[in-house]
């Protein structure tokens, strides 16, 4: 069965700096993908940023990188020059392999939420 | 503006009451989702359906049931049945984006059970 640990309930960061959130899953399948998801006090889910596993680079999304370690299975999200408006809970999510279209099935961590200290 | 409108926001319901949480989209995107968040957990999949008239159970789907007869709206009924209802619902459909199936999701409707 899949599973994604998500190991830190809370962080706090100052502005301006960057941040890790830290993200580790647990799959016997060769085909996978990853996602972060934000969502606000709003409660809606915003996706960040993916990374399938046979992607050689890690993915980039403006301020948004993930930290693809596939031999330690470790999707880190980076964000660099962090803002009050990232306050939010952060979410890493896997696919699992057979997903298609129509189907996609994903396995979600319990979160983080991070806070942006002015 | 495109985007998935789910209402309502907020809702009581009285135990034993079933109730539908209307979930409405306008991306012309085939897949829809429906999604549960209980507090310190992430989220976990009730139904899907990738077209009209067909829908398919999550990993919790009992107590809950959906109907898929437009390709617009994908209600969700929480019946008597489910044990546990008080919860964060969360509606989404899919669409092809940076080489993955990307879920757009809406912003949630609150169920508490009094």
């Known amino acids: 069965a899949q599973k994604i640990t998500q190991t830190q309930p809370g962080m706090f960061v100052q502005e301006k700096e960057a941040v890790t959130l830290d993200c580790t899953y647990d799959t016997s399948d060769q085909s996978y993908g990853l996602f972060w998801y934000k969502q606000p006090s709003s409660g809606e889910m915003i996706f960040l940023i993916y990374?399938?596993?046979?992607?050689?680079q890690n993915a980039t999304e403006g301020r948004y990188s993930l930290n693809f370690q596939k031999a330690r299975k470790s999707a880190n999200l980076v964000i660099s020059a962090s803002q009050l408006g990232d306050s939010a809970m952060y979410f890493c999510a896997m696919r699992e392999e057979g997903s298609n279209f129509g189907n996609e099935k994903l396995t979600f961590g319990t979160g983080t939420r991070l806070t942006i200290i002015p | 503006d495109g985007g998935i409108t789910q209402s309502p926001k907020y809702l009581f319901r009285k135990e034993g009451q079933n109730v539908t949480l209307s979930c409405e989209q306008n991306?012309?995107?085939?897949?829809m989702y429906w999604y549960r968040q209980d507090p310190g957990q992430g989220l976990r999949l009730i139904y899907y359906s990738q077209i009209v008239n067909d829908f398919q159970k999550g990993d919790i789907a009992e107590g809950y049931s959906v109907s898929r007869e437009k390709k617009e709206s994908f209600p969700l009924t929480v019946t008597s049945a489910q044990k546990n209802p008080t919860a964060f619902y969360l509606c989404?459909?899919?669409?092809?984006?940076?080489?993955?199936?990307?879920?757009?999701f809406g912003a949630g409707s609150r169920l508490t059970v009094l």
């Open positions: 990374q399938g596993s046979y992607d050689e």
């Open positions: 989404a459909s899919s669409i092809w984006e940076s080489g993955a199936n990307v879920l757009t």
């Open positions: 991306l012309n995107h085939d897949a």
